[in-house]
């Protein structure tokens, strides 16, 4: 029996993921806004600080795994807390469980990004510049005079910041080289409430009218398989990689990316 943490944990993907590994026989430590054994608001920086010690205090200091699934969707007039909470609400907390990651025996860590980073276009480098340092007054700042595009921008830039961030320390010594495997999911639409609150929102002709190959969405319960398969042992030799899952749309908006 292992035991992880999963951000996210009472919606959606992460919700999938916590059933899922509790279901095999691991603890979960579950984090959310509520119905979680952790309750914390990642977009702040107290709320993160709690969080990280209740988290350390719940897994005895030794945690075996980390799902980052917590996340907003790009709500327009939230600009500032979407990059919180996608980015300083990963980052933040990465931080702070590191020792916890690194007592443990190969431990896994799975961030969730999203296809948005490719698909989306046009994110200022000037935003993403204050994002690598972690200022997201100033990213926010700069997002905004992109409106009405703003949130979507947001969004994109958020997990873009979020992906180099946990490249750039996977490889690190203090990650790879302490027996941490960190690596980034990228689903693109999956049917949660999360998406469905952009279906049902202003931007819903803008997301149905976004190219997705297979023609259907994904399930929250397939993306939960790619992400126990990504804390398995097969994923011992996995660093700072970025699995896209997402229908088709990357390979469809990019096919010589590679
Ligand atoms: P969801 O909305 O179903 O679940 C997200 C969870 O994060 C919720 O339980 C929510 O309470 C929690 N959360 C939000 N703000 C928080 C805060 N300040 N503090 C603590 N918890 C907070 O979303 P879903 O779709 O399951 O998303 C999971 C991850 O996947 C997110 O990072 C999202 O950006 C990403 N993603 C989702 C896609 C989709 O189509 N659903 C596509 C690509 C990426």
């Not at 698909?119 to 926010?140: E, I, N």
Request: one cysteine or more; glycine letters at 12%.
């Amino acid at each position: 029996m292992k035991t992880y943490l999963v951000t996210g944990s009472a919606s959606g993907m992460g919700a999938a993921v916590a059933q899922r590994l509790s279901g095999d026989g691991h603890r979960v430590i579950g984090l959310d806004l509520r119905d979680a054994q952790v309750c914390a608001d990642l977009s702040t920086w107290e709320g993160r600080s709690r969080a990280v010690r209740e988290v350390l205090t719940a897994c005895g200091g030794v945690l075996d795994g980390a799902v980052l699934a917590a996340g907003m969707g790009p709500t327009a007039g939230r600009e500032r807390t979407i990059l919180e909470v996608n980015l300083l609400g990963v980052t933040g907390l990465l931080d702070g469980l590191r020792p916890a990651l690194a007592a443990a025996d190969k431990a896994k860590v799975v961030v969730f990004g999203s296809n948005s980073t490719t698909a989306t276009p046009l994110v200022p480098r000037a935003a993403l510049r204050r994002l690598a340092d972690g200022d997201t007054t100033g990213a926010a700042r700069v997002l905004l005079r992109r409106k009405p595009i703003a949130a979507t921008l947001a969004y994109a830039g958020s997990k873009l910041a979020v992906s180099r961030w946990c490249r750039e320390h996977a490889v690190a010594a203090e990650w790879a080289g302490d027996g941490i495997r960190m690596n980034i999911l990228a689903p693109g639409p999956v049917l949660t409430p999360l998406l469905r609150a952009q279906l049902a929102g202003g931007t819903g002709k803008q997301v149905r009218s976004f190219p997705v190959p297979a023609r259907e969405y994904g399930t929250p319960e397939q993306i939960a398989t790619w992400v126990l398969v990504m804390l398995s042992p097969a994923a011992d030799f996995m660093v700072g990689s970025v699995i896209t899952v997402d229908g088709g749309t990357e390979a469809l908006l990019r096919p010589r990316a590679w």
